[in-house]
């Protein structure tokens, strides 16, 4: 495991540990630490394969962030679970993939729409959307110029229809 791969461990750990005593002590669960304890190293090394792979290191950031976002969901205060869920979402875009951050999006949709139907309150989902909505008015600063750059590198290929169509296969033609 390298240096990266550690501190993402790191911070999972301490992400579920600390997601699972503000529960514990907020709902007011007969829960013994040494159980908290197992729990989350169970959830921090239930991905070890991808901290021993290099290529997939960007894919640990969501797992951090997703005790996170059920925190700021459940919290008591708006503004305390508001900023939990932008934290979590600016920890998981901009240290890992775009396609784990879809997922965690998603399912944070699926969580927060759960929660509110089960406890018949729009708090989790209203949170959830303004959390969303000021974490893309923090991140389109810094990713709309790298997507406009990629766009026009040559290595995005730059071809018009016209140039791509002359490479096609013709499949089902004589």
């Given at each position: 495991?390298?240096?990266?791969?550690?501190?993402?461990?790191?911070?999972?750990?301490?992400?579920?540990?600390?997601?699972?005593?503000?529960?514990?002590?907020?709902?007011?669960?007969?829960?013994?630490?040494?159980?908290?304890?197992?729990?989350?190293?169970?959830?921090?090394?239930?991905?070890?394969?991808?901290?021993?792979?290099?290529?997939?290191?960007?894919?640990?950031?969501?797992?951090?962030?997703?005790?996170?976002?059920?925190?700021?969901?459940?919290?008591?205060?708006?503004?305390?679970?508001?900023?939990?869920?932008?934290?979590?979402?600016?920890?998981?875009?901009?240290?890992?993939?775009?396609?784990?951050f879809i997922m965690l999006g998603l399912g944070s949709v699926l969580l927060s729409m759960t929660l509110s139907i089960l406890n018949r309150t729009w708090t989790p989902i209203t949170r959830l959307v303004i959390s969303g909505m000021i974490?893309?008015?923090?991140?389109?600063?810094?990713?709309?110029?790298?997507?406009?750059?990629?766009?026009?590198?040559?290595?995005?290929?730059?071809?018009?229809?016209?140039?791509?169509?002359?490479?096609?296969?013709?499949?089902?033609?004589?």
């Amino acid at each position: 495991m390298d240096i990266v791969s550690g501190l993402n461990a790191l911070a999972i750990a301490i992400a579920f540990s600390w997601s699972a005593r503000w529960l514990v002590r907020s709902f007011e669960l007969q829960v013994p630490d040494w159980l908290i304890l197992l729990l989350s190293a169970s959830y921090t090394f239930s991905a070890y394969n991808l901290y021993v792979g290099s290529s997939w290191i960007g894919f640990l950031n969501v797992q951090a962030s997703l005790p996170l976002i059920v925190v700021g969901a459940l919290h008591p205060s708006a503004k305390r679970g508001v900023l939990l869920q932008i934290s979590a979402f600016l920890f998981a875009f901009l240290g890992g993939h775009v396609h784990p951050f879809i997922m965690l999006g998603l399912g944070s949709v699926l969580l927060s729409m759960t929660l509110s139907i089960l406890n018949r309150t729009w708090t989790p989902i209203t949170r959830l959307v303004i959390s969303g909505m000021i974490s893309a008015t923090l991140i389109l600063p810094i990713v709309y110029p790298a997507f406009e750059a990629f766009a026009n590198a040559p290595r995005s290929g730059g071809l018009s229809h016209d140039v791509a169509a002359l490479e096609r296969v013709p499949v089902g033609q004589k």
